[in-house]
């Protein structure tokens, strides 16, 4: 069969379904994935034609696109900040988002940089609610001076995150742990993990707290696509409308108690929950907070310092 053929079979199939833009990056990644072959391919090569073999795995990614499943999750990989991640519906899928949130960090470092030239310690970095590991591994990876440490309820995802910090050979510490229990993630988990006393656990301290928790009211569920909501991690996703930021209040009073003088704490926000997000935070003893919109001009992420 011509590939052209196989590409017109895709915009049948999908395109009341998806944009038919959309259509094309899908087929162009799926050829990419299982062939070998560039989205260029046909521009080059028109009569480009595919075996029966080679024909397989494409239509059984069609088959899952027509029931809505994300394409990550078909091809088992995703793309951030131009690294490669394993993803499955354990984790969430990393989003453009979140990696403005990772540059910002990392931009952050860098300006400082000045004021470190006579500092011989590390960068710690503690990631809250790790997934897929992307935060923790992009930071670590791109600041050389980090020592990443990445917390996360779910064992399912941790086996994720590991294997992609194997993958693009970086050194983080995963631990196992709530935040909503923070006195426990430290004491319990942190002092067996690094052979430490539960004394001296507690009183490991952070330069850099971030974290992208569960945000989505379920109120907002009829907003989420059904691609997102039929098949990621509904732990990952949802809170509950009466009690939207517990999740940022537990981590606010964590970071309070063990950033440095000078640290910083990073979050990805709720959109809608911007000005509510700054009240807590100010409410929790945090200073100098800035609220920034994604690219898609929504409120998105969230510095914030403690004070004195």
């Not at 024909?55 to 091809?75: C, G, H, V």
């Not at 453009?96 to 990392?106: C, F, K, N």
């Not at 696509?225 to 809170?239: D, I, Q, Y």
């Amino acid at each position: 069969m011509l590939l052209q053929e196989v590409k017109t079979i895709f915009h049948k199939e999908l395109d009341g379904i998806y944009p038919k833009e959309e259509v094309d990056a899908f087929f162009y990644r799926c050829i990419e994935h299982y062939l070998g072959l560039e989205r260029f391919v046909l521009v080059v090569h028109p009569n480009t034609t595919v075996t029966k073999e080679d024909e397989q795995p494409l239509f059984e990614a069609l088959a899952q696109l027509k029931q809505e499943r994300p394409l990550q999750y078909i091809l088992g990989t995703a793309h951030f900040m131009d690294m490669e991640f394993a993803v499955n519906g354990d984790v969430l899928i990393p989003r453009p988002e979140t990696e403005e949130l990772v540059q910002w960090i990392m931009d952050d470092v860098k300006n400082q940089k000045s004021e470190r030239e006579h500092r011989t310690s590390e960068i710690r970095i503690l990631d809250i609610g790790t997934g897929s590991g992307c935060i923790a591994i992009a930071l670590a990876k791109y600041i050389p001076t980090a020592k990443v440490y990445a917390l996360d309820i779910s064992e399912k995802a941790l086996k994720v995150a590991r294997k992609n910090a194997e993958a693009n050979s970086v050194d983080v510490t995963f631990l196992k742990q709530s935040i909503l229990e923070p006195e426990l993630a430290l004491e319990l988990v942190l002092a067996p993990e690094l052979a430490l006393g539960p004394e001296l656990a507690l009183e490991l301290e952070f330069d850099i707290v971030v974290s992208n928790p569960p945000y989505v009211r379920e109120l907002e569920k009829k907003e989420i696509k059904k691609n997102v909501a039929g098949h990621e991690p509904h732990l990952a996703l949802f809170v509950p409308n009466e009690d939207p930021l517990l999740f940022y209040r537990a981590i606010a009073h964590f970071a309070n108690k063990n950033l440095t003088k000078n640290g910083s704490l990073y979050l990805e926000i709720n959109q809608y929950l911007g000005v509510e997000t700054q009240a807590l935070l100010k409410a929790h003893n945090f200073s100098e907070i800035e609220l920034r919109k994604d690219i898609f001009g929504n409120d998105r992420m969230i510095k914030a310092n403690p004070n004195p």
